[in-house]
Structure formats: C-alpha cells, structure tokens
C-alpha cells in the first residue's frame, strides 16, 4: 500500500462495457484516486503485474478468462496475491457472491451501480489493506528487535515474552474482525436473496389475487343467469310443447337436458379451482410477509402449512412415485411472538432437506423395496407450561451419520452436489432461532432411523432464557422416527 500523502491510491478497474468502465472511472476520480481500466482478463492480469495497483474491482462475465479465473490466477501469484479484489456481480446472483468470496474476494459489489455504495465500499476495503499492511510492518519491526536484544538470555525472555503477547493479541484481534466480516457477507447474500425471494412472491401473489378474485366474484352472477336461462327455456318448453320440427331437431342434437345438468357441474368445478387459487395466493403472502419485519404475534401453525402448500409439487413427487404423507400432530391453536417470515425460512430450509433425503433414499432402494415403504414427515407442536413452544418435524429418511451431524449448522458446509446447494440453510436457521428468537434448535438422527429436529422458542420474545432442549416433552413425537 503506497503512502497516500505522497502518492495518489490507484485502482484497476476490469470491465467489458465502456459505459460501466466510464461511470466507475467518475466515481473514483471524484475522491482522488487513480483509474485503471481493463476490458478483459488477460490485460487486468499483465496491468496487476506491471502497475501494482492498491485494489482491482472485478467484474464476473469477462471475455476470455471469466473474473473467477482471473482473481485464481492473481492470488495464485506472489506479486499480485496481496492486492484486495472486489467482485462485481448482479444483485440477485447469490451463488456467484459466494464463489467469488471462496477464492479470495474481500468484497462485492452488486449492479446497478449505486456511487456512495461504491466509493464506501472502496474506502473500507483500502483502509482494511492499509491497516493489514501497517501491522505487517509493526510485527516485521518486533521480530528485529527480537534480533538486536537477543544478547543476553534475560533480555531475549522478556522481548519474547512480549511479542508473544502482542501476537495472540493482535491474531484474536484479526480472527474476531474475519469471523465478524465472514458472518456479516454470509447474511448479506442470504438477505438479498431472500429478500428477492419475497418480494418475487409477494408479487406474484398481488398479480394472481386480481384476476382470480374477478373470476370468484362473477361465478355467483354467473351462477343466478343461468338459473334464469333455464327457467325461461323451461316456461318457453311449457307454453310451447309441440316445436317446429326444425327446433325440435336442434334440441335432439344439443341434448340440452345434459346441458342444463352439466352446466352447473362446470361452475361447481370453476369454484373449486379459483377458491384453491385463492388459498394458494393466500399461502405464498404469509409465507413471504414482506410487511411483518417487526415482532408479531402469529398462529405458528399458519407458518407451517402455508409453507407446505409452497412444498406441495415436492411432496408429491415423480408421477410414478408415491406422494410423501405428511402426519401433522398440532396442539391447540395459540399464538407466538415471533418475526415470522423469518421463522418461516426455518420451516422451508428443514421440511425441503427432509424431502430432498427421502428422495435420494427412495432413488438408492430397488424397486420392490421403494414401493413398499411408506415414506412420511411427521410435524409437532406445544405448547409446554412454561411458555415454550416446542415444534419437531421428523421424517422417515435414510438418517444422518454423526460425522454429518456435527457439522449440520456450520456455513458453507453441505453434502449435496455442486450447484444444489450452498451450505447457508441450517446455518441462518440457527441463528435465526437462536439469536432472533431466544431459542434453541436440535438435530437427532442415526443412520437408518430418520431424523427429527426439535425447535424450541419462547412464546413472548420477553423471556429470552428458555430451559435446556432436552427437557422432557408432551409431543406425540418422542423419538427419532
């Protein structure tokens, strides 16, 4: 990192488009820095080498070496291994984001670009740089003096002592400021996509209501003309009994006797269907809950089946393969305390990963062996004397090996294959219920026994010391399933 009094900071832009080359380039010679620009990933690799700039802002789609090779390739080499790197990445590309922070980035930032979200991202990544430098440069200056006061055996102790303190100091110190920043991005690309989630939802479900409301509401109109369709066609049949023959033919071949049935079966089937709409519509805006970010009290069991309406086309499964019965041994109904779009995402992350293991138990069985057993989740929920609510969802799978289990809420770590999944479930759904609620959330399972996780919150967000989740409980669940 140069000195700033002396020489102006530098940052390497790497972008195909002139125009977001353009805007970038403003913004940093708004603040006094120095521009540099690269089209493609090549000319960023050779302008890092030869230019050596304090930061490269890097964008993902590049012509040649994509930005992900590129920042490999810079980190990969010694020169250039130090240099902070932020991604540039569309806002709703979360999976991206998490690459980009695996190989080495210390930052994103999302497009459209917003300037004060650039130049502060910008500034706190070059004060990070400049301050990881500066304590290069101290601990550098205690190792020599280590050297010059190692004449005699006393003074060596004490320096080394020293340095030693000052060490654990400064890596506590690094490690606690790493963990803050790794948490912080992983809620970030979480929020936004979750975020982008709801909002999807919460719109779609606002453009379904309208017409399927418009739909429902005219079926009843509907329904009283044709009533009055039929009983003026049956006063016309009694007042004229003997039609021309030429009518009567007519009448034959529309058999408007079937007609007259049938055409109230089709309205009782209409108002089926767009009253199943309607509750569908219904279900995806209390699961998104765009307008509920504060506290509410909430009938946890709402929550719970507007997400397994969400889960529907998953429970049912392959078109040759039986659906997945879901038990449901819910207590009285009773209100909870709770943010709950949040809590829904818990409810969403565990119910899709125990369908998602009965699925790949059930393609692992043979044929006879898969047809003959059943496969089911099996939902609880209490209400206990002391306040807490108490919700286990347990599913008949192939189990979890222990290895597995005490990793289950670490971030990033998943067992699916690449691409299906990003490790972050579990883990937001843990600090979801233990740092936003109070709570605590349990894994048992043993390999070819099921898994059950018990959730366990308080009702008012009041009371913030629930007892030990082993407590004994009421559920109809008592064991792994």
Same mark, same amino acid.
């Given at each position: 990192m140069r000195d700033s009094a002396t020489e102006p900071v530098r940052i390497l832009l790497v972008d195909d488009t002139r125009t977001n080359?353009?805007?970038?380039?403003?913004?940093?010679?708004? *603040?006094?820095?120095?521009? +540099?620009?690269?089209?493609?990933? @090549?000319? %960023?690799?050779?302008? /890092? !080498?030869?230019?050596?700039?304090?930061?490269?802002?890097?964008?993902?789609?590049?012509?040649?070496?994509?930005?992900?090779?590129?920042?490999?390739?810079?980190?990969?080499?010694?020169?250039?291994?130090?240099?902070?790197?932020?991604?540039?990445?569309?806002?709703?590309?979360?999976?991206?984001?998490?690459?980009?922070?695996?190989?080495?980035?210390?930052?994103?930032?999302?497009?459209?670009?917003?300037?004060?979200?650039?130049?502060?991202?910008?500034?706190?990544?070059?004060?990070?740089?400049?301050?990881?430098?500066?304590?290069? *440069?101290?601990?550098?200056? +205690?190792?020599?003096?280590?050297? @010059?006061? %190692?004449?005699?055996? /006393? !003074?060596?102790?004490?320096?080394?002592?020293?340095?030693?303190?000052?060490?654990?100091?400064r890596t506590a110190e690094l490690n606690s400021v790493l963990d803050n920043l790794t948490q912080t991005q992983v809620h970030l690309v979480q929020s936004e996509k979750m975020s982008s989630l709801g909002q999807m939802t919460a719109g779609l479900a606002h453009e379904i209501n309208n017409p399927v409301n418009f739909i429902y509401g005219n079926l009843r109109p509907a329904r009283r003309y044709f009533q009055d369709f039929i009983d003026l066609l049956t006063h016309y049949q009694t007042c004229y009994p003997n039609p021309p023959a030429d009518l009567q033919e007519h009448l034959e071949s529309v058999d408007i006797s079937f007609v007259v049935k049938d055409a109230f079966n089709l309205l009782d089937s209409l108002e089926i269907g767009a009253d199943r709409i309607r509750r569908i519509v219904l279900s995806l805006r209390n699961f998104s809950r765009l307008d509920e970010a504060d506290i509410k009290s909430i009938n946890i069991h709402e929550g719970i089946d507007s997400t397994l309406l969400i889960l529907q086309h998953k429970l049912r499964g392959a078109v040759d393969s039986e659906p997945i019965e879901v038990i449901k041994h819910y207590s009285a109904a009773f209100e909870v305390e709770c943010y709950p779009s949040q809590l829904n995402q818990v409810f969403m992350n565990i119910l899709a990963n125990a369908i998602d293991a009965i699925e790949e138990n059930r393609s692992r069985l043979s044929e006879p062996e898969a047809s003959s057993s059943a496969h089911t989740i099996e939902i609880c929920t209490e209400l206990t004397t002391d306040r807490q609510v108490i919700i286990q969802i347990a599913d008949n799978g192939p189990g979890i090996p222990e290895a597995i289990r005490a990793k289950l809420f670490d971030p990033f770590f998943t067992t699916k294959a690449v691409g299906k999944g990003t490790g972050l479930g579990l883990s937001i759904s843990h600090q979801i219920v233990v740092e936003k609620h109070g709570g605590q959330i349990q894994c048992l399972s043993e390999p070819g026994k099921g898994t059950r996780f018990l959730i366990k919150i308080p009702q008012t967000q009041r009371c913030l010391e629930p007892p030990a989740v082993g407590t004994e409980s009421r559920c109809a669940i008592a064991q792994p399933i």
């Open positions: 080359l353009a805007i970038l380039s403003d913004y940093i010679h708004t *603040q006094g820095w120095v521009a +540099l620009t690269a089209s493609d990933g @090549e000319t %960023a690799l050779q302008q /890092a !080498q030869s230019a050596s700039p304090d930061l490269i802002l890097l964008d993902v789609m590049l012509p040649g070496i994509d930005g992900f090779e590129t920042c490999r390739q810079l980190k990969a080499h010694a020169a250039t291994a130090d240099i902070p790197i932020i991604f540039m990445t569309a806002l709703s590309d979360s999976a991206n984001k998490i690459k980009g922070l695996k190989l080495g980035a210390v930052d994103y930032i999302t497009k459209p670009f917003q300037q004060e979200e650039v130049v502060t991202r910008l500034d706190v990544q070059l004060r990070l740089h400049q301050m990881k430098c500066q304590l290069e *440069q101290q601990n550098q200056l +205690l190792n020599q003096k280590v050297v @010059e006061q %190692a004449k005699t055996e /006393a !003074q060596l102790q004490l320096l080394t002592y020293e340095l030693e303190e000052r060490v654990q100091s």
